[in-house]
């Protein structure tokens, strides 16, 4: 178990040659040609709740705008991540305005933005009972397991901060095409996101 969620067995996987999987051909969940994605949100972190809509907009191929706001429009986050790594923070209410927890919604959305970044050494694995792929991204601190799926998206994803911070992230979908949920929980802080996708109508929210 791992902060409450189940995860896969790291030694069901073999070693295979990075040139079986291109790293390039993992596809995103998150496509610069698609207008925006709204989810509504669930945020539990410690004893404190929130709850609200989040808004994931492409703003170039690479660059991303995430905006969360309560049900009645109040702005909670306003974030901006760059293909180039970089990150702007444009907005933080004053709850939520402390670095160590800014920079744990930053990682875990730049987790779920970011399938595998350029600049990791990976090494590839496969799992020996149903074949899918394991890929295991090595960066100067932290450690990040990739599980992808028949159709090269990411549905999970483990990272390792030194030897107690744990973060994963769970992709529910239908198809191989669109999130329907997402899930991410951190041991041993007690911070849990739940993102359900919303089959919008364009006029119920602007920015």
Same mark, same amino acid.
């Given at each position: 178990?791992?902060?409450? %969620?189940? @995860?896969?067995?790291?030694?069901?996987?073999?070693?295979?040659?990075?040139?079986?999987?291109?790293?390039?051909?993992?596809?995103?969940?998150?496509?610069?040609?698609?207008?925006r994605?709204?989810?509504?949100?669930?945020?539990d972190?410690?004893?404190?709740?929130?709850?609200?809509?989040m808004?994931?907009?492409?703003?170039?191929?690479?660059?991303?705008? @995430?905006?969360?706001?309560?049900?009645?429009?109040?702005k909670?986050?306003?974030?901006?991540?760059?293909?180039?790594?970089?990150?702007?923070?444009?907005? %933080?209410?004053?709850?939520?305005?402390?670095?160590?927890?800014?920079?744990?919604?930053?990682?875990?959305?730049?987790?779920?933005?970011?399938?595998?970044?350029?600049?990791?050494?990976?090494?590839?694995?496969?799992?020996?009972?149903?074949?899918?792929?394991?890929?295991?991204?090595?960066?100067?601190?932290? @450690?990040?397991?990739?599980?992808?799926?028949?159709?090269?998206?990411?549905?999970?994803?483990?990272?390792?901060?030194? %030897?107690?911070k744990?973060?994963?992230?769970?992709?529910?979908?239908?198809?191989?095409?669109?999130?329907?949920?997402?899930?991410?929980?951190?041991?041993?802080?007690?911070?849990?996101?739940?993102?359900?996708?919303?089959?919008?109508?364009?006029?119920?929210?602007?920015?």
């Open positions: 178990m791992f902060g409450g %969620c189940s @995860v896969s067995r790291l030694n069901d996987f073999e070693r295979i040659p990075e040139t079986s999987v291109d790293r390039n051909n993992i596809q995103p969940w998150f496509r610069g040609d698609t207008n994605f709204l989810f509504r949100t669930h945020v972190i410690y004893r404190n709740h929130l709850g609200g809509l808004l994931i907009k492409p703003v170039h191929e690479e660059d991303y705008r @995430v905006l969360f706001i309560t049900e009645v429009g109040i909670v986050l306003d974030m901006e991540f760059l293909g180039s790594g970089d990150f702007k923070l444009h907005y %933080c209410i004053d709850a939520l305005n402390r670095k160590s927890v800014l920079e744990t919604l930053k990682n875990d959305i730049d987790l779920l933005l970011s399938p595998v970044p350029e600049s990791t050494k990976i090494k590839m694995m496969k799992d020996r009972q149903t074949g899918n792929i394991l890929i295991k991204s090595k960066e100067r601190r932290s @450690v990040t397991y990739y599980f992808l799926e028949d159709h090269y998206r990411v549905n999970k994803a483990m990272r390792r901060n030194g %030897c107690m744990k973060t994963q992230m769970t992709i529910y979908s239908t198809g191989f095409s669109e999130i329907d949920s997402i899930h991410i929980c951190h041991s041993p802080v007690k911070l849990n996101i739940y993102l359900s996708k919303l089959n919008e109508n364009k006029s119920e929210i602007s920015e």
